[in-house]
């Protein structure tokens, strides 16, 4: 059992630094606007000298970026994650997961170098231009290099925590992903208050560091020490992590020849768990949760006037999510994985309903003026229930559900194709969210109509849920195979003899 919570803890620090990774932009963007005003009353320059507007949404007033490149800067990790998440299935199958979380780490620590070595302002128009190019090549490979981490980290971790924990656990430690993920998120928004952007990316580089030094003393895991025929290793490694007890189906089942090619995942037996796999993560994805953590503070800021009080609210909403996330994580094992999934799925249906319904109906304008019919707590409700619903199940358990569902053969390439196109889905909405707001009406119908749309996938997502997605709870890999393919304990003891 020891063995477990040291490689839970180690393994963990990766999914803060993910977490930390995926926020970054939001406070840093704020800070910007905040700081574009000038301490002593003058407005920041752009590299061309020219003072930058109020409003401008820059990424920080030292670097000046434009609209467009602040916006790429906070969608290139979603790029990197896609490419990571592409190469992890050879990599993991090859070298580990132990292997691939040293990687993910050092690529961590070179891409916050790189987005701390940022050179600042320069004084003439000749280093302006110099450092400009420079900036720019050194945030495309920062946010590159640390997207590709955020892909392979979000194909291992999880499997990794999950595979060495105890059966009666597994639905907890499989959610510390996801709480270390809210954590990192948190630590962002909150050190946004008291941090400037540089001072925050040097400490993402000494956690890095930190938790690269803490992986150098966790083991790899049991199914990738039995598939290179290292048995008396992989037993070890499942005794130390779990206890005593039978361990037969994860030390014959994962043998080498059985590894999957591109023909192979669509087998049988990898049907169901890759339609699994990629449904929960297209449920995920379009419920919209990306679009609403990046644009937090821009959606607040649409419903409050003061965008002060905009952070205020986005900080609580980063607190909830680590205190709903920790509270859930007591009743995975205990309520069950598919009850909270059809929970969240509902609630998240019904929480977009309401924002939506506050974004168009909300304010009812005539010729004498405009009075506000749904009041601007109700949003702010609705944006926290939002999140409550969202951490309560669909945020953790469809990352950590691919390493119960997925063969021991195939859990590799299953959770390559699910985080790709996690993140390519999460791209997609990313990018959209502004232009598509834009074309439907602007910031109050636009945003109404998007948040209708994450409305209407949420309750195609609980039918989904419901139709196929099994209960996990308390059953061992062995009789989560036999239960996904009809077939009963013992006949999969035979074919695993075979």
Same mark, same amino acid.
């Given at each position: ?18 977490? /930390? ?214 037993? /070890? ?70 965008? /002060? ?106 959770? /390559? ?82």
């Amino acid at each position: 059992m020891e063995g477990s919570k040291d490689a839970c803890r180690g393994s963990g620090v990766g999914a803060i630094v993910l977490g /930390a990774s995926l926020g970054f932009s939001s406070p840093t963007m704020a800070a910007v606007y905040n700081a574009s005003q000038g301490d002593e009353g003058r407005g920041c320059v752009d590299w061309q000298g020219h003072e930058i507007s109020e409003n401008a949404k820059m990424l920080n007033c030292e670097l000046a970026l434009s609209d467009s490149m602040s916006s790429w800067f906070g969608s290139l990790i979603n790029i990197g994650a896609l490419l990571g998440a592409m190469v992890s299935s050879s990599l993991l199958d090859r070298f580990g997961k132990r292997a691939g979380m040293l990687l993910l780490h050092s690529l961590y620590v070179v891409g916050w170098g790189l987005c701390a070595g940022a050179p600042g302002h320069a004084a003439t128009s000749l280093a302006r231009a110099v450092d400009r190019g420079q900036v720019v090549i050194m945030l495309v490979l920062s946010r590159l290099f640390i997207g590709i981490a955020v892909g392979i980290a979000c194909a291992s971790i999880p499997n990794y925590q999950v595979e060495l924990a105890p059966t009666n656990l597994r639905g907890a430690v499989g959610s510390l992903f996801q709480i270390s993920v809210v954590l990192g998120l948190f630590f962002v928004y909150l050190a946004g208050c008291f941090l400037d952007w540089r001072s925050m990316a040097v400490a993402l580089v000494v956690l890095s560091a930190g938790g690269l030094l803490l992986l150098l003393f966790l083991p790899e895991t049991p199914t990738w020490l039995a598939r290179k025929g290292r048995l008396r290793e992989a037993r /070890a490694v499942l005794e130390r992590a779990r206890g005593g007890g039978a361990y037969d189906f994860e030390l014959n089942g994962p043998r080498e020849e059985q590894g999957v090619d591109a023909g192979g995942i669509l087998s049988k037996r990898c049907r169901k768990p890759l339609l699994i796999a990629v449904g929960l993560m297209f449920v995920q994805q379009w419920s919209g949760i990306n679009a609403v953590m990046f644009f937090c503070g821009s959606i607040l800021q649409s419903v409050f006037s003061d965008s /002060a009080e905009a952070n205020e609210y986005s900080i609580g909403i980063q607190a909830l999510q680590v205190l709903v996330t920790l509270v859930a994580a007591r009743f995975m094992d205990s309520v069950g994985r598919r009850p909270l999934l059809l929970v969240a799925a509902l609630g998240l249906s019904l929480s977009s309903l309401s924002l939506s319904l506050f974004y168009l109906v909300g304010q009812q304008c005539d010729s004498q003026g405009c009075s506000q019919v749904i009041p601007k707590p109700v949003a702010v409700a609705s944006l926290y229930a939002y999140i409550l619903f969202f951490s309560c199940g669909m945020g953790a358990i469809p990352w950590f559900i691919l390493g119960e569902i997925s063969p021991p053969h195939a859990q590799a390439s299953i959770s /390559a194709i699910a985080t790709s196109v996690n993140w390519i889905l999460s791209f997609s909405i990313t990018k959209s969210l502004e232009p598509l707001t834009e074309l439907l009406g602007g910031a109050g119908e636009g945003l109404g109509k998007v948040f209708l749309f994450y409305s209407c996938v949420c309750l195609l997502g609980a039918c989904f849920i419901h139709a196929f997605v099994p209960e996990t709870k308390g059953k061992s890999f062995e009789e989560i195979q036999a239960m996904l393919h009809g077939e009963s304990a013992e006949k999969q003891d035979l074919k695993t003899a075979a």
